[in-house]
């Protein structure tokens, strides 16, 4: 059989390209390398913008919502926020998550092949073969959604994906549900931030570097650190290191009958690493484009790069700038920033979607600018 699209991987870009094509009736095969469904270390955290989107219902697939923000500089100095008049943010399990939306994929017909990793890629004339660890697939179209690990956009023939330097992330469960708040740590990662992220049994603990700068560090000493101050030895939990491929600059999208999405795009936001919405918009948008195309409008991939490079590029550059500023003077940033009211408020507006990285990074830098010893 020949499909239409072949989408390569099950995670949030994948799993939204297949539902939306699938929707409007284009016969689809998603592949999966892992077995659904698959643990996958992330944070968790979503933003319910991303139920606009989609005309099912999430809930099934979230573990927690979160209202409370807490943030910590060096394990001290706290500030605790509640956002009492914004949507609470999704907590979800990537796992539970990810294989939800593929199941919501197949509801609409889209085939399913888990188990299946592809092991290269041929372009026939008029379409993609797919080969595979078992038989080989023909798409008219393909998605690359492999993530910062994947193969297919160095296949396909695009520039090296660019990676966060370190990420190292733990599961680790609860005797008791206390009431879930979102903590952050700023001042033990060098160029980044810990976190501990609450599910509905447990935290997901973690550090990151994001924004460069050559420094080793020794991330498995710090999460334990962290992780101490909740009372919790991270030392008996199975501890996860993986790559992000940030957002660094505009690039194509697309190449013949083939598109990137989620983090095979590097559509992960140099400045907080949230990585599921855009990588869930990104698949909407290349559903989209892949439906016009297939429908004769030539353009159409064109239009997917553009439209990812004029929304989400043009604010990730602001995004990059802001991430430079704040994690070159993260203890200034922290006071005059992070510490002020109405600081989080403006970064929860970010993160649901309601106000841009531009106007936030102006205010940022003028507030900066006073504070700095000139």
Known sequence: MRYDVIVVGAGPGGGSAAYHLAKRGRSVLLLEQASLPRYKPCGGGVSPQVQEWFDFDFTPAISCLSCRIHYTWQLGDPVTVE????????MVRRDVFDHFLVQQAQRQGAQVQDGTAVTGIAWQGDGWQVQTTGEPY?????????????????????RQRRRLAGALEAEVPLPENPRPRICFEFGLVHNGYAWNFPK?????????TLAGG???????????TYAA??????????????????????QPLHTENALLVGEAACVVDPFTAEGIRPSL????QAALALDQALAGDRDALARYTATVQNTWG??????KRLAQVFYRWPGLAYRVGVKRPGATRKFAELFTGKTH??????????????????
């Open 229 to 250: 101050h909740f009372q919790v030895d991270v030392a008996q939990a199975r501890q996860y290191g993986h790559p992000l491929c940030l957002w660094d600059a505009p």
């Open 138 to 158: 023909r798409g008219r179209y393909l998605v690359a959604a492999d993530g910062a690990k994947g193969k297919l956009a160095g296949w396909l023939g695009f």
């Open 83 to 90: 956002l009492t008049d914004l949507d609470p943010i999704w």
């Open 200 to 208: 509905r049994d447990g935290f997901s603990l973690g550090v990151g």
């Open 214 to 224: 050559g420094i080793s560090q020794d991330l498995r000493r710090i999460l334990q």
């Open 314 to 319: 043009r604010d990730m550059v602001w995004a």
């Open 357 to 374: 990285y531009e106007a936030v990074a102006h205010l940022a830098w003028q507030r900066l600018q006073q504070a700095l010893p000139w």
């Open 281 to 284: 918009w990104t698949g909407w």
